[in-house]
């Protein structure tokens, strides 16, 4: 595992109550660079407890055609065998246990401490900057952030980050491009286009309807990620410019003309200020933290502020 530099912080209070809290995180993970989806994960964590996909499908009240195609698809993204089928079940291969034990330890080590959590974009520099931490959809960052759970907190869309309570630091600004795959469409789709929820996609919306673009919203997900698997369906997207080295080769890119008016930035905040329980030199050391990973973060497809 790659070594990240670290910022010593004090533990909140409010981790002792953790064991009451009735909040369910979000864990994100990546193999060989690729992202395993939230879904992903949880059949795959099925599948290890009943070895049996009609039995995980019954569970998550999903057609059992709707397990394979995912198990399908996470073997082709991973380009790993994940399952051992055979008339008496579904096993898991050695890599696809590796990887449910380690989503288990994480999911058992985020109840014991305070710990850095980022939305999608944000966590696309948090993992430059932190060891620990989680990556999930905004709307779970807040339940997090809402329970005490954080001691800081990176925040993708900049409307957020005066809603919290704390002081937030621009760290990098972003911007929107234009997504289609050319096997299915000759052009971007205006009137077939997938939302993120919790995302700086409202800037979009509203530059959309200021340049008089009519345009429909025809999916809203919670995952960019999902969002570039969907791209394959037919959907067109407006996609973070960081996120542009997710793309496949057959995923076509336009730089919008309006595309200055689609920037947005990429703010943290340390939210252990809430309990007054913060080493008060955070900021400078957040800051020569950034700057000491400025390269990696330009590298990532950011423009630092700082």
């Known amino acids: 595992m790659e070594e990240k530099a670290r910022v010593n912080y004090k533990k909140s209070s409010n981790s002792d109550n953790l064991k ?9 993970l990546k193999y060989s660079n690729q992202i395993i989806t939230n879904n992903q994960l949880q059949i795959l964590k099925l599948l290890k407890l009943h070895k049996s996909q009609h039995k995980v499908a019954e569970l998550l009240k999903t057609p059992v055609s709707s397990i394979n195609i ?15 089928s055979s008339p008496s079940g579904s096993t898991l291969s050695k890599e696809a246990e590796d990887i449910v034990s380690y989503y288990k330890s994480l999911d058992k080590r985020i109840l014991e401490k305070p710990f850095v959590a980022c939305g999608f974009i944000s966590g696309e520099i948090g993992k430059l900057l932190f060891e620990d931490i ?28 005066y809603r919290l309570e704390g002081e937030p630091f621009p760290i990098a600004k972003d911007y929107y491009v234009m997504v289609h795959n050319s096997k299915i469409n000759d ?3 205006y009137k077939n286009m997938i ?31 999902y969002a570039i698997d969907l791209l394959d369906e037919g959907y067109s997207l407006f996609l973070n410019h960081s996120l542009l080295r997710y793309l496949k080769k057959e995923h076509v890119v336009e730089i919008p003309k309006y595309y200055e008016k689609t920037y947005y930035s990429v703010n943290f905040m340390n939210t252990l200020k809430i309990s007054n329980d913060v ?6 050391e957040f800051e020569e933290l950034i700057y000491k990973k400025e390269k990696e973060i330009k590298n990532a497809g950011f423009e630092l502020i700082i």
């Open 279 to 284: 080493d008060s030199n955070f900021e400078k």
């Open 195 to 225: 939302g993120i929820h919790h995302s700086a996609h409202r800037i979009v919306w509203k530059t959309l309807k200021q340049q008089q673009i009519n345009f429909k919203i025809t999916k809203v997900v919670k995952n960019p990620f």
């Open 187 to 189: 052009r971007f789709d």
């Open 134 to 161: 989680l990556i999930s959809s905004f709307e779970n960052i807040l339940r997090l952030y809402n329970s005490g759970l954080t001691k800081v907190v990176g925040i993708d869309d900049p409307y957020w980050s």
């Open 20 to 28: 009451d809290t009735k909040l369910s995180p979000v864990i994100q």
């Open 70 to 84: 995912q198990m399908k698809r996470l073997e082709s993204k991973l380009n790993l065998k994940l399952l051992d």
